[in-house]
């Protein structure tokens, strides 16, 4: 009897295409969700590109805003007037040193940065104020009695001069300054103004009677003028808007979920104690941010101590998704003024940022529910906390000026209780203790689980309870949903 050949029997597909087709959904899959590594390093790479921007950005804005503003007439930033005195016969700068970061290029060094002195005496004798290199002062004060001034800074945008003396004892100069033939710039007078285009090398500012007398007393303004200030503000503002632009852009790109549909892989869905827990059907309807976590049975009594320190590489990417995400928002924030509409791509990368910090909760310090490790995705995957929010089509324009500073008060008031950390007063002093209402109820439950191998279920309610409380509350001030929020711990 003749045998069939195996590619003649009904049903028959070829080994090799068989596996080639099983391996599509995968491909598919790979094809959909792309790098994830890859991704997150985008993402991270943009955080950091924001935050450089951010800083870029309030600096331009600080500087332009300085040169706008706080200059006088004369183009000068100038401190207010305060005392400098001697009971012996000059008052001297410290050591002013200009060296570095003044462009070769330019022919005078004075283009770019100017010094001014303005004041008068206290004690009606005509004062000398001069600049000249400090070895040509350091031999004409040497062996006179005078103050070095040190340790000078401002209090407060264009306070008085804080300063400390350094007491040189001796006798009087050889002659009046004035005959001094070293000065570089020089004035004389009851009322003096200086202003010294500054240049390169070593300095020292010296203040005395002009007769050279004993008992210096002054009251001084010292102020300086940057003439390129301008054109730094324009350039940081400039640089850090358009860093502040990539690394949105990367962010938004890095960090946002696969969108699921035809070709791609659904998500896979939130199970219930029944099997498949979906949003409530209309007439038993919850509240629309579904939030599930699972306890693990197997719990370690030990790997409870150290999940903190497991967990570091999530909070450091975590810090970055939340800067996104409020950045994001804010985007979302006028979108939503304008439109009605949450945009789809911004609203899928916050649910995702939600969905990750939930998963670190639930493994790290707010649960210690389970020992599997998270991973690191947006996408919502099989662990045990799980967390999803659904699109809404609409969202109210009134409402989104209200709901994070006002009509969310009474949910930040109870979750300061819940989970904002506790304190205590000691004199006037208000000290801070690390652990909240919900840190406490961990704790404890940790600890039975060192001893009994076992986490209590009931205390894990709770604990879920608070978790689900605050997640929904975020995501109603991050303006995902108009409903409110309600007062209560389950679903």
Known sequence: MSRVPESMRPGWVPRKVSEIMSAVPEVESRAATGSGGGRIVLGVIGALLTLIGFGLLAGGGTVLWANASQRDGGGFFTSSRSAFASPGFAVTSERLRLVNGLPDRLSSPGDIVTFTTQGGSSNGKPLFIGVAPVADVTAYLSGVAHDEVVHVHMDGWKGPLSKDYRTSPGGPPAGPPAAQPFWTAKTTGTTVSLTWPASEGTWSIVVMNADASAGVAAVLALGVKVNFLGWVALGLLTAGGVLLLAGVAMMFFGFRSPHTGAGSPAAVPLASPAGQLDFETDDEKGYPV????????????????????????????????????????????????????????????????????????????????????PPFTLADVDYPARLDVPYPEHLSRGLLLVKSWLLAIPHYMILTVLIGNWGWTTGDRWTTWGLSLNGVLVLIAVVILLFTGRYPRDIFGIVLGINRWALRVAAYVMLMRDEYPPFRLDR
């Open 290 to 373: 579904l939030i599930q976590g699972e306890l693990d049975p197997n719990l370690s009594r030990w790997l409870w101590l150290v999940k903190w320190l497991l967990a570091i590489p999530h909070f450091v990417v975590l810090a970055f998704l939340w800067l996104a995400a409020a950045l994001l928002t804010v985007v979302a924030f006028f979108a939503i003024l304008f439109t009605g509409r949450f945009p789809r791509g911004i609203f899928d990368f916050n649910v995702g940022v939600l969905r990750w910090t939930w998963r670190v909760a639930f493994y790290s310090c707010s649960v210690l529910g389970s020992d599997r490790y």
